[in-house]
């Protein structure tokens, strides 16, 4: 069930609904409880599920549009069906906002952001009139795509050079040849010092030679290592997409490799679902940096103002967190707290933890809500 008492006390709305095993069939508009769901959201919502041609998609998107149904009728007690959303700036590409209900023209006081990878959906949200807040979030998983292929070939770090107007090139080094620690079989873990030079190993199937502490020297596989940085990929893309949805002008953005993160690290992995259990969190970070370096065209983020050209600073109103949940999973949570001395008065800080996600039942907690509100 939500605690309703949560965003009271932290202010900002964390949920996720897990959408894998939720509407069984071929097609969405097969299960009876998928057709009652598509007839809480508007038309073209609907349209929008239904033409999702895998289920697992359909499946995401109706998730979507119950949740942030959901976050703008019980933030605003504002009725189910009167709910309409629009878009900040740009009409099409622009983050989603929610619309006050006529008479009132504009945008309603709530900030939100959802984001839905491999069958989960995350929302994160706030009521602006008492946290003055943006937020973005992003999921990634880590083995969903077939990376290795692309990494045989190539290597890996003719793969990250694909993303090159995606990195900066201090990030696309950093994320070619440092790795996290990770465990070998045995538990052993190797550390970046117990690599030394082999961090610049970009191959799978090579035999890396490693002397443990203790002088036992170990023959390292060298696809752990690989593994353990396509992990590193994974946040650094996690972080630089929540900030991004944060904004609101998405990947379209011209401004994107001059936003670089520092001091990046993995979350370790939580543990798989299995038949009889549900998948488990695991790490939660949240000590990386944000920066943007300003070029002489003077393009940037929306909430960027002031800097000269050639400038490069931390940017110290936005915060950015990510958590691992199940083995392959990562959310990422970006957020800028906008400060008004004049203004802030009993108005709510953001919380210490910015990942404090709720799970959701759908029954329970959304389709209730919904066929009441």
Not at 46 to 55: A, D, G, H, L, P
Not at 104 to 109: C, E, F, K, V, Y
Not at 211 to 234: C, M, T, W
Request: proline residues 5%; aromatic residues 8%.
């Amino acid at each position: 069930m939500i605690d309703e008492l949560d965003a009271e006390q932290h202010g900002l709305t964390c949920w996720l609904l897990d959408t894998r095993s939720l509407w069984p069939g071929e097609k969405i508009t097969d299960s009876e409880s998928a057709r009652e769901a598509l007839a809480l959201i508007s038309a073209e919502e609907r349209e929008n599920v239904t033409r999702k041609y895998q289920i697992a998609d359909a499946r995401m998107s109706l998730g979507s549009a119950l949740l942030k149904r959901l976050f703008v009728h019980q933030t605003l007690g504002m009725p189910w069906r009167s709910i309409r959303f629009g878009r900040k700036r740009d009409p099409k590409h622009g983050k989603p906002i929610a619309l006050l209900a006529p008479p009132q023209r504009g945008p309603a006081p709530v900030d939100f952001n959802i984001s839905h990878q491999a069958g989960l959906v995350a929302l994160v949200g706030c009521a602006t009139d008492e946290l003055e807040a943006e937020v973005g979030v992003d999921i990634v998983c880590v083995n969903e795509r077939n990376d290795y292929r692309v990494v045989d070939e190539e290597g890996f770090d003719g793969w990250v050079d694909i993303y090159s107007e995606i990195f900066s090139q201090e990030e696309s080094f950093d994320i070619k040849y440092n790795a996290d620690p990770f465990p070998l079989l045995d538990g052993t873990m190797i550390t970046h010092e117990l690599l030394g030079r082999h961090d610049r190993c970009c191959m799978r199937n090579q035999h890396l030679n490693i002397s443990l502490p203790n002088g036992e020297e170990r023959e390292v596989d060298s696809d752990l290592l690989i593994d353990a940085k396509l992990r590193r990929f994974y946040t650094f893309w996690c972080y630089k997409e929540a900030y991004i949805k944060l904004d609101g002008e998405a990947l379209l953005a011209q401004w994107i490799p001059q936003l670089e993160f520092k001091h990046v690290r993995a979350p370790r992995p939580g543990t798989p679902a299995r038949c009889s259990t549900h998948g488990s969190w695991g790490e939660r970070i949240s000590d990386a940096e944000v920066w943007f370096s300003k070029k002489a065209d003077g393009h940037g983020p929306a909430g960027v103002q002031g800097m000269k050209s050639g400038e490069s600073k931390k940017l110290e109103d936005t915060r950015v967190e990510i958590q691992a949940f199940e083995e392959d999973f990562m959310i990422g949570v970006a957020a800028k707290e906008r400060r008004d001395p004049a203004a802030d008065m009993g108005r709510k800080k953001l919380p210490d933890v910015l990942t404090h996600f709720k799970g959701l039942h759908l029954e329970e907690d959304v389709m209730r809500v919904a066929r009441s509100g």
